[in-house]
């Protein structure tokens, strides 16, 4: 059964930080996918990728294939980036392994 | 487009009681899934279909019941709600990826209490 381990649990700080959030991964995968959940509980997918980096707005998602790991950055954080972020494995986008998610708190 | 609708919101139950989680997806996707999410885990799936008249069980399926009569509802049935039921549930959806890997689409999620 693969295991994906987020870290860290919880995070804070402080507008306009560079953020990490990191995922590891048991076996090898075809799919690594970054999730967002807003405090009204709705979620969302940010990034799909299997090898290399992607980028979207201030977002950038990378993953190392050899090393079984996967990081998502948040540039020049806000307040509004405040939500849980959750790393899943899956080729399919229905049937994931999800870590237990990385709650993100930006002040202003 | 809607994308993933799931009803109710909120719903409170006694133990014992039956009731039907409603999810309906409107982007003609053949995948569907249930997950369920409890603090301090991940989202656990709990059964998931790949098609019409197609479906199979989950990490946590007990106490469930799913059928798929056509591409755009995929229903969760509690047969007899009990307290560890209680939970926050989600159903995605997305198109088939077994062979290319797809994204997922999420509901807003139905909170349980079962009492």
């Known amino acids: 059964k693969n295991e994906v381990e987020q870290s860290p649990q919880n995070l804070t700080a402080q507008e306009g930080e560079f953020i990490t959030i990191n995922c590891s991964y048991s076996?090898?995968?075809?799919?690594l996918h970054w999730l967002q959940q807003h405090p009204g509980g709705g979620i969302v997918s940010l990034f799909m990728l299997s090898s290399g980096k992607k980028k979207h707005g201030r977002l950038i998602a990378t993953i190392n294939i050899q090393e079984k790991h996967s990081s998502l950055h948040i540039t020049a954080s806000h307040p509004r980036d405040s939500a849980v972020y959750i790393c899943?494995?899956?080729?399919?986008?229905?049937?994931?392994?999800f870590g237990e998610g990385t709650q993100l708190t930006v002040n202003p | 487009n809607a994308g993933v609708t799931q009803t109710p919101k909120f719903q409170v139950l006694k133990t014992g009681q039956s009731m039907t989680l409603q999810c309906a997806q409107d982007?003609?996707?053949?995948?569907m899934s249930w997950y369920r999410q409890d603090p301090g885990m991940g989202l656990r799936l709990i059964h998931y279909?790949?098609?019409?008249?197609?479906?199979d069980q989950g990490e946590v399926p007990n106490g469930y019941n799913v059928s798929r009569s056509t591409t755009e509802d995929f229903p969760l049935r509690l047969l007899s709600a009990a307290p560890s039921q209680t939970s926050v549930y989600f159903c995605a959806s997305s198109r088939p990826g077994t062979f290319v890997n797809t994204e997922a689409f999420f509901g807003q999620g139905t909170r349980l209490t079962v009492v």
């Open positions: 279909s790949v098609g019409a008249g197609i479906t």
């Open positions: 899943a494995q899956g080729t399919s986008g229905s049937r994931l392994t």
């Open positions: 076996v090898g995968i075809s799919a």
């Open positions: 982007m003609n996707h053949e995948y």
